[in-house]
Nanobody, 125 residues
């Protein structure tokens, strides 16, 4: 079992930045891929960003966040980050971190084996 904890959410104004953190337990963390998803009221959970295991040299982003968000990982601290710049009101939602042990479509939430409880991000003036 892997425990996943997200942090770093908050209330910001449009154009500002936030950095989310996702910390997972377990010695095998460095071998697992990780993704960020978000969910707003009345909508399905949607893919935001993904980073592969080991070196984290492969990343993928939703079109809506490309050029504004950056996903990265620090295996020494079992942590994945999501740097969010130039935030917009449509970025508002609960952000979830998922950990995937095996392969699969990284855009699909069902691919992920473990999830955290989420952290709220609100972008509003």
């Amino acid at each position: 079992q892997v425990e996943v904890v997200e942090s770093g959410g908050g209330l910001v104004q449009p154009g500002e930045s936030l950095r989310l953190s996702c910390t997972a337990s377990g010695r095998a963390f460095s071998t697992h891929g990780a993704g960020w998803f978000r969910q707003s009221l009345g909508k399905e959970r949607e893919f935001v960003a993904y980073v592969n295991g080991y070196s984290g040299d492969r990343t993928d982003y939703a079109d809506s966040v490309k050029g504004r968000f950056t996903i990265s990982r620090d295996n020494a601290w079992n942590t994945v980050f999501l740097q969010m710049n130039s935030l917009k009101s449509e970025d508002t939602g609960v952000y979830y971190c998922g950990i995937v042990r095996t392969g699969g479509t990284v855009y699909n939430p069902s691919t992920y084996d473990f999830w955290g409880q989420g952290t709220q991000v609100t972008v509003s003036s």
